[in-house]
């Protein structure tokens, strides 16, 4: 007989134990290990089976055995023990509650997808455990933070392999009751609960659910709820699940419901309004749609100045290098919904505007998510340096007539939270028998003193503990494709501990480039195999559903490892996820990454693995380009030559055989001698004949330098300082004196955009230079300048200079101001300056106009530039 209807009845626990409740509830568990050895103490078969969730382990207990806990006072003692801890660490100050006043009060962070913890799958990849960590540092740092999401009834999907090595979907349905959820209820106990008005007369309801992200509160709408139709219920069914106008009712519900959920939650807590809001990724634009409609309605501003108000206030982050990824619909559609009142007194057309592709190669039929979220925030940032350079270049069209490098699009690189991701093991060892923390800025130096033959044994340790879970995995993913148990024998002996263990898990689109490896079958296997150096290969990743080629890859790649000559030495584990990530980084001594050079917006997967003391192996892509230093692992070289695309996958692949034959693999079995590193900063250096000390070396040498460099603390820091901060800053002006600076803001922009078409560079000349100019000269230039009724001070004039191509572009450029000299009516300025010539060879200047504003953030916010 099949169940009707399913749910979750939650466990009441007698008095004297009842804080394990918060302590399971309350999702700093996941990175705090002794509160998971807290649980596991209790009763650790029942742990086990529980998959190491508290929520579910408490309802696993029986009564007897919670009441026979609730009688041992050594338990007791332990868990109000640990509740103290965890009440210390909500509300103990921490690193933000130094900062001065103008570090905003209260932070809103809004994503699709939060990577937490397995037991919470809301997440598909690289994205959402970004968010997931950023989160977590915010906790751990003090950041007033609210994260914003939706609960997916299904939550990413799981998988498996059928016989012939095709991936299956399947979709196992959660219930929020039974897990670390709240329901945010109303103060008569009713649930609260948002509406959206959608076409047709029709409405979608959603409640909030709160999870407790440590000290940050995170709220996920979830549609599946009385009142809703059943389509309206299937919204949140699944994370990126559909596409057409349901992937634009998820999207209108995470921004616009967002929004809503927000200030509802802000009645119900009594915390401040948010004076930042950070849109991680276009998904979640619409949320700067549903602010201006409440200045609109609630402020009585216009759209100008309203857009000016939201706008000063908005972090835009893209994670995005290629097009292909960012979600783009029918303007028809957009429309559409809008119609139907959404945004009552917000006109539609200026809606469509802010995503409208209006610029050379776009397609004016298209409403682009990341294009209305550029245009929506003051503020924007990638997530690598070299993905600022990339993004800068692909939205370089929205500010015509700057050169690439001029586009407002910054970059903090992202970062991993040490805690979650760090080995119990290694942080025992590099950080806590130091005498530091993981929460509080540990000094990661301190690795250089351990001695070369215990961080070895600990490498060893870790690679065990992998192995150990692959061949439960790879049984378990066989027994799934149908294999009997007399089949799988070989399976209690594949991969060796002693062999040098190679991981790559990631998602599966083809840019990542999975099966570059199977380039040539016949020399990975040589290497697999090699008598001398043998490597072994462990590799995860899911493809999309509707991503045919990529499964194809998983298959080919799958197929491979399905050889009896070598499946010993790899293997492909099914359904990567957080809890698969716990023994996959720390276990592998390499990690590869080898993407499309530079499609790779930052890839932390392969930080993950340096905190473990893992060394990378990677192409010059995402944070590995900026990071990479020669000692902290391997670069893979990029086909920068023009070849075709089967070319470059042929070249890139033959660099990466030769490396892992004639460096990477000799250098761990102890060949190649020792490093000029192995001495740095107190390094030990002990011989040891059997030990490979170079490799040892690196190793000290990447946790040392990258532990700081890639924490998610580091990330938060960067953030906070570079862009929550000058966001605040910003938004507080624009609102004080009932929105005056918004709506001076406002009527300028409007003046400055009407008056620009007409404006121009009428004459330059200059004076100064001799026949023979020399580094050092002084150049004066004069520039007369039509403003067309724009005042001198709305504008800055400047010379920029810099060296000369032979097609009259200029490179390396520097710029000075021009002032203004003298009115010579009818709009007429004369403007001057002085350069220093500070370069030898082709030298060549010009002059330009851009609008000049204090409230600007950037002089190309605008997009508007006169070249003389």
Not at 116 to 125: D, H, R
Request: hydrophobic content about 40%; glycine content about 8%.
């Amino acid at each position: 007989m099949k169940a009707i209807r399913r749910f979750t009845v939650r466990t009441v626990l007698p008095e004297s134990i009842a804080p394990l409740a918060r302590l399971a509830t309350n999702l700093r568990w996941s990175w705090h290990l002794p509160t998971r050895e807290l649980f596991a103490s209790l009763n650790p078969q029942i742990w086990d089976e529980s998959a190491h969730d508290p929520v579910t382990f408490l309802g696993s207990v029986s009564r007897e055995q919670l009441q026979q806990l609730a009688e041992d006072s050594e338990v007791v003692e332990r868990v109000r023990k640990a509740a103290e801890d965890l009440q210390g660490y909500l509300e103990e100050p921490r690193w933000y509650q130094g900062l001065s006043e103008e570090a905003p009060k209260c932070i809103a962070y809004f994503s699709p997808e939060f990577g937490i913890t397995e037991v919470l799958p809301q997440y598909s990849g690289g994205l959402g455990i970004l968010a997931g960590d950023h989160l977590k540092a915010a906790s751990d740092l003090g950041v007033p933070l609210i994260g914003v999401g939706l609960l997916y009834q299904a939550g990413y999907f799981k998988q498996s392999l059928s016989r012939d090595a095709w991936q299956q979907e399947t979709y196992p349905v959660l219930d929020p009751d039974g897990l670390p959820l709240t329901l945010l209820r109303e103060e008569d106990g009713t649930p609260a609960q948002i509406t959206l008005p959608l076409p047709d007369g029709r409405e979608l309801h959603a409640w909030i659910w709160r999870a407790d992200v440590g000290r940050v509160p995170l709220l996920l709408l979830d549609s599946n709820v009385p009142g809703n139709d059943d389509a309206a219920r299937a919204i949140t069914d699944r994370l990126y699940g559909g596409g057409g106008d349901h992937r634009l009712q998820q999207e209108l519900l995470l921004g616009m419901g967002g929004v809503k959920a927000l200030r509802i939650y802000q009645r119900l807590s009594g915390v401040p309004a948010p004076e930042v809001f950070h849109t991680n990724e276009g998904h979640a634009g619409f949320l700067g749609i549903e602010r201006i409609r409440e200045l609109i309605e609630t402020k009585q501003l216009s759209w100008d100045e309203a857009l000016a108000a939201g706008r000063a206030s908005t972090v835009f982050t893209t994670h995005t290098p290629v097009p292909a990824g960012i979600d783009r619909f029918q303007k028809s559609q957009i429309q559409h919904f809008f119609e139907a009142g959404l945004a009552p007194g917000v006109p539609v057309e200026n809606i469509l505007a802010l995503g409208s592709e209006s610029y050379d190669g776009g397609d004016s039929a298209v409403f682009n998510m990341a294009v209305m979220g550029l245009r929506l925030a003051q503020r924007a940032n990638g997530v690598a340096k070299l993905h600022g350079v990339v993004s800068r270049e692909m939205f370089s069209g929205l500010w015509p007539g700057f050169d690439h490098s001029e586009v407002p699009i910054s970059s903090v690189t992202n970062g991993v939270h040490v805690p979650t991701w760090v080995d119990p093991k290694v942080s025992e060892l590099v950080i806590e028998r130091s005498g530091g923390s993981l929460l509080d800025q540990p000094d990661w130096s301190k690795v250089y003193q351990i001695p070369d033959a215990e961080l070895w044994s600990l490498r060893g340790e870790l690679r065990s503990a992998l192995i150990d879970d692959v061949r439960r995995r790879v049984r378990a993913s066989w027994k799934k494709r149908g294999a009997a148990d007399a089949e799988l024998a070989w399976t209690d002996s594949i991969l060796d501990p002693n062999v040098l263990t190679i991981g790559f898990a990631r998602r599966v689109p083809t840019y990542k480039r999975l099966t570059l490896m199977l380039r040539d079958p016949a020399r990975l296997k040589a290497l697999l195999l090699d008598e001398k150096h043998p490597i072994q290969l462990v590799i995860a990743g899911k493809s999309h559903p509707a991503d045919d080629a990529g499964k194809k890859m998983i298959q080919d790649l799958v197929r491979f490892t399905d050889d009896p000559e070598v499946r010993h030495r790899i293997a492909f584990l099914p359904n990567y996820d957080i809890a698969m990530a716990r023994t996959l980084f720390p276990g592998c001594d390499v990690w590869l990454n080898n993407p499309l050079r530079p499609l790779e917006a930052c890839g932390t997967s392969g930080m993950k693995a340096a905190i473990n003391g893992g060394l990378n192996l990677s192409v010059l892509d995402g944070w590995w380009d900026e990071m990479y230093d020669g000692e902290n692992g391997w670069a893979i070289p990029t086909a920068n030559n023009g070849a075709s695309a089967e070319e470059r996958d042929d070249i890139e692949a033959a660099a990466l055989y030769e490396l892992l034959e004639d460096q990477v693999a000799p250098r761990f079995y102890g060949v190649g001698g020792t490093s000029e590193a192995a001495g740095a900063a107190g390094a030990s250096t002990e011989p040891d004949s059997d030990l490979p000390t170079h490799w040892i070396s690196m190793i000290k040498h990447t946790i040392a330098t990258l532990g700081p460099a890639v924490s998610a603390e580091r990330m938060l820091n960067d953030y906070v300082h570079k862009l929550y901060e000058p966001a605040a800053i910003a938004g507080r002006a624009i609102v004080a004196d009932n929105f005056a600076a918004a709506k001076v803001l406002a009527a300028w922009k409007s003046k400055v955009t009407a008056a620009w078409p007409i404006l121009a560079v009428e004459h330059v000349d200059s004076v100064g230079v001799s026949e023979d100019p020399q580094i050092g000269d002084t150049l004066t230039v004069r520039a007369y300048v039509n403003l067309d009724g724009l005042s001198s001070s709305d504008v800055r004039v400047e010379a920029a200079f810099g060296k000369a191509l032979d097609t009259d572009e200029l490179s390396d450029t520097d710029s000075v101001a021009l002032h203004p000299v003298e009115d010579l009516g009818n709009g007429r300025h004369l403007f001057t300056g002085d350069l220093v010539i500070d370069r030898s060879g082709s030298f060549g200047y010009t002059v330009r106009v851009l609008p000049e504003n204090p409230a600007l953030a950037n002089r190309a916010e605008l997009g508007l530039v006169t070249s003389a």
